[in-house]
């Protein structure tokens, strides 16, 4: 179900996708259609530890010749949320007709079943429910964040687990002493033994730079609760009755090693990541590897506990978009910033990519073309880069933030500037009260391709480091 609002042609239009239609200028446009004639539509959403986020718009009343509108723009408002903050209980404050329709969407046999299920039995462990009431009966927001990281005393390994390569980094006192990239490809091992070795390996490569280790730092792809994967699209290729040996894996690596150890999502370590070096807060990391992962600190410097799963959230509103392989929905961020969203527009650039690579030799065969001055190769980039100035302004309307810190293999050499010049460009003509409050900005090369493992290494409290590495 689609209408007029969705559709809106936007004024920066990527060379390789025509039919873009970006979700922020369909919102807006609803917003001004529903202007003095709107009902408020209050959504919270419970996770399981209690903590409740609530998200107030505008429809139009059950009465409107539009209000058949509401239907779409809340189901995609919705599934925003869902993925940004995460929820096993959502509150429908508003009018009954789009309460009624979000509770068919996500129901086990609703279109949305994957997010029922996904959020039922893969992350709050707890039947997913969507409930109806007035707006005033939302329960109020309970949403406190924690602050980790930044602890840098000791000696220390931060790793960094992508699909298509893993870091290590071996830290004394802050400063990195050893750290290594080797390529993997976990998702096509389903041996959870597999995955144990390989990490083990690289902790201990790490471990043999130091004079001794105090703190294991991790982050990877996934959501991670209480330092247990509970889905992670690193470890898709585990049977279901062997997953149980992956969400004990960290805590046997921690018991193994006799260390403190913590591990979290892969984009809240690239958020952090840029808080510290900037010594500011109010921070939205996006790494595009793989997959898109995100991550956020608030004006407070706390990590709220949200899931930050951008790469499952709709940016894109054209009934043509992209279908996401593994939601099964359209217009999904993993499509748009990520080697798949690479991938995908090669063939439209001209570039026949080789079948017999990895992923990772695919991008960057498509990379090296890049930097030899192919045209169609800069108009993948300069795709990403509009893409990402959207989607910039419409994350805005769901994170408070100030910086948006760039990161991962897709944002190597020229690439990266590519996207940010497109992004700053669409920012600036398009939504310029965004752009005078939002520095968006890359890293240097060796923070983009090592940071997230040096920031990891910082997330565990040491209680007493007997002796300083000198």
């Not at 650039?349 to 960057?364: C, F, H, R, S, V």
């Not at 996207?419 to 890293?443: C, G, M, T």
Request: charged content about 25%; glycine content about 8%; hydrophobic content about 40%.
């Amino acid at each position: 179900m689609t209408d007029h609002f969705s559709l809106i042609k936007p004024q920066f239009v990527p060379p390789m996708d025509n039919e873009f239609r970006p979700a922020i200028l369909a919102n807006r446009a609803f917003k001004i259609e529903t202007d003095g004639v709107s009902v408020p539509l209050v959504i919270g959403l419970e996770r399981k530890d209690g903590k409740l986020s609530r998200f107030e718009t505008r429809v139009f009343p059950e009465n409107h010749p539009h209000a058949e509108a509401n239907l779409f723009y809340a189901e995609r408002i919705l599934k925003f949320l869902l993925w940004q903050r995460g929820g096993s209980i959502v509150y429908i404050g508003g009018p009954p007709s789009i309460g009624k329709y979000l509770k068919n969407c996500y129901a086990p046999d609703g279109k949305r079943n994957f997010d029922y299920h996904f959020m039922s039995e893969q992350v709050y462990e707890r039947t997913f429910s969507v409930k109806l009431c007035e707006p005033s009966q939302v329960p109020p927001a309970h949403d406190t964040g924690e602050s980790l990281g930044r602890h840098l005393d000791g000696c220390r390994i931060g790793f960094d687990l992508g699909a298509s390569d893993r870091k290590v980094s071996a830290v004394i006192d802050g400063q990195v002493v050893y750290s290594e990239e080797v390529i993997w490809e976990p998702r096509k091992h389903s041996d959870p033994e597999y995955h144990y070795r390989e990490i083990i390996k690289a902790l201990k490569t790490a471990a043999s730079k130091l004079p001794r280790v105090d703190a294991i730092g991790g982050s990877s792809a996934g959501i991670y609760i209480d330092n247990r994967p509970m889905v992670a699209s690193l470890f898709r290729g585990i049977p279901p009755e062997r997953f149980h040996e992956i969400r004990n894996l960290f805590l046997r690596i921690r018991d193994e090693l006799n260390v403190p150890l913590e591990v979290i999502n892969d984009g809240d370590v690239s958020a952090l990541a840029g808080s510290m070096s900037l010594e500011d807060n109010g921070i939205l990391g996006i790494a595009m590897g793989s997959s898109q992962a995100a991550g956020y600190i608030d004006i407070h410097g706390r990590i709220m506990g949200w899931l930050n799963e951008l790469c499952f959230a709709p940016i894109d509103y054209s009934p043509t978009a992209p279908v996401d392989e593994w939601s099964g929905d359209i217009g999904c961020g993993s499509q748009y910033f990520s080697q798949q969203c690479v991938f995908r527009l090669a063939p439209r650039a001209g570039i026949q990519i080789p079948d017999n690579l990895t992923d990772y030799e695919k991008l960057k065969f498509v990379q090296e073309k890049l930097d030899a001055g192919d045209k169609g190769a800069a108009n993948i980039w300069q795709s990403i880069g509009i893409y990402l100035g959207y989607a910039l302004a419409h994350y805005a309307d769901f994170y408070d933030m100030k910086h948006v810190l760039i990161l991962g293999r897709c944002t190597s050499g020229l690439g990266g500037t590519l996207i940010l010049d497109e992004a700053r460009k669409v920012l600036n003509a398009e939504f310029p009260e965004i752009a005078v409050r939002l520095r968006v900005q890359l890293p240097d090369e060796r923070s983009r391709r090592v940071g997230q493992s040096i920031a990891a290494a910082s997330l565990p409290i040491v209680e007493t480091v007997i002796e300083r590495a000198k």
